[in-house]
Structure formats: structure tokens, C-alpha cells
């Protein structure tokens, strides 16, 4: 069975998945500090947690990230990546230009195994 992403819990659902495993609150934020600010790829980083925890942590959890499945470029300069996750999910992102600035979408667009969604716009498919 795969383990959860921990990078998909909330703060606040860190503090309690680590609540339950007999460890302070705080420690989430020292963990989301390592996770997002210093971008950790494992806990063996975490050099400011205790090594029992690190070991709970990757018994429980692991630390993955999104990889590039397909990018395309078109003329006007918009980019559009296709990123695979490890439960199998995938994520569009767009890069777009806007009179000559560079602009993203703040929310990627969920994809199910390429399939269109059910109102019926269009996604990158394989």
C-alpha cells in the first residue's frame, strides 16, 4: 500500500497525524519549514527532529513530487506542462504570457487518466 504524501496534509493535519504519534504540535511547522522552505526530499534531512521521529515520519509517510510528463510551447510563448503525481494523478499548468509579462494559473487543473472531465472541456491526453 502506498503511503500518504505528506506534503498533502494541511498544517492542521499535520499537527494532528503528529499529536497522534505522541510528538508536540509544533513540530508541524518544523517539518513544513523543512518541506517547503528548504524543500526536503526525505526526512533523514530533518536534522532538527529527533531520529525516532524521522524514522516515524518515514514509516508512515513519504515526500514525493510532481514529475514533468509532457511540456508544450506554443507560438505566442504559452507554456502548458502535464504533471504526473505518484498516486497516479495528473495536473495541467499553464505559463502565459500577457503583454509581454509572465503569468501562471494559481490553481492547476485536476486530470483523471487523460479522460475529459464531465463538462466537457478539454484536457491534454496522451
Known amino acids: 500500500m502506498m ?3 505528506i506534503k498533502d496534509l ?3 493535519e499535520c499537527e494532528a497525524r503528529l499529536v497522534g504519534l505522541q510528538q508536540p504540535a509544533y513540530r508541524a ?6 518541506l517547503f522552505h528548504k524543500r526536503a526530499t526525505a526526512f533523514a534531512e530533518m536534522t532538527n527532529l529527533s531520529a525516532s521521529l524521522r524514522g ?3 514509516e508512515e509517510f513519504s515526500i514525493s513530487r510532481p514529475q514533468i510528463v509532457r511540456k508544450e ?3 505566442d510563448g504559452t507554456e502548458k506542462f502535464l504533471f504526473g503525481l505518484a498516486d497516479g494523478e495528473m495536473w495541467i499548468w499553464l505559463r502565459v504570457l500577457c503583454n509581454g509579462a509572465v503569468g501562471s ?3 492547476p487543473q485536476r ?3 487523460s479522460r475529459p472531465d464531465p463538462g466537457g472541456e478539454s484536457n491534454v491526453s496522451g
Open 111 to 113: 486530470e483523471r487518466d
Open 3 to 5: 503511503k500518504p504524501n
Open 105 to 107: 494559473e494559481e490553481k
Open 56 to 58: 516515524q515520519l518515514d
Open 29 to 34: 511547522r518544523q517539518i513544513w519549514q523543512w
Open 73 to 75: 510551447e506554443s507560438l
Open 10 to 12: 494541511s498544517l492542521q
